[in-house]
Nanobody
Framework: QVQLVESGGGLVQAGGSLRLSCAASGRPSSSAGMGWFRQAAGKEREYVASISRNGGSTYYADSVKGRFTISRDNAKNTMYLQMNSLKPEDTAVYLC????????????????WGQGTQVTVSS
């Protein structure tokens, strides 16, 4: 069993930055790929970024490429999402997850989820 807790969300003006953290406990997540998703009110869960188990490979949705950076520190069992140049359309609940499937962009490939942290970007 893995428990995931996100933090770092908040209210920021357009163009600003936030850094999200995802702390894992329980069965070590360092052996698994992980990812970030987001879900805006009334919309489906959307893939944001993912990272391989050793951090050597990272992948991004086109909508965040060049603005967001995913990273992880396995010694601390923590994953991060640095978000720069934020836009109002980035407003959503951001969730981290541990992957046990193949399709990195699909929520169905992730078997453990955090509760999420709210990010609100004002214009």
């Amino acid at each position: 069993q893995v428990q995931l807790v996100e933090s770092g969300g908040g209210l920021v003006q357009a163009g600003g930055s936030l850094r999200l953290s995802c702390a894992a406990s329980g069965r070590p997540s360092s052996s698994a790929g992980m990812g970030w998703f987001r879900q805006a009110a009334g919309k489906e869960r959307e893939y944001v970024a993912s990272i391989s188990r050793n951090g050597g490979s990272t992948y991004y949705a086109d909508s965040v490429k060049g603005r967001f950076t995913i990273s992880r520190d396995n010694a601390k069992n923590t994953m991060y999402l640095q978000m720069n140049s934020l836009k109002p359309e980035d407003t959503a609940v951001y969730l981290c997850a541990v992957r046990n499937g193949i399709k990195i962009t699909s929520p169905a490939a992730y078997n453990y989820w955090g509760q999420g942290t709210q990010v609100t970007v004002s214009s």
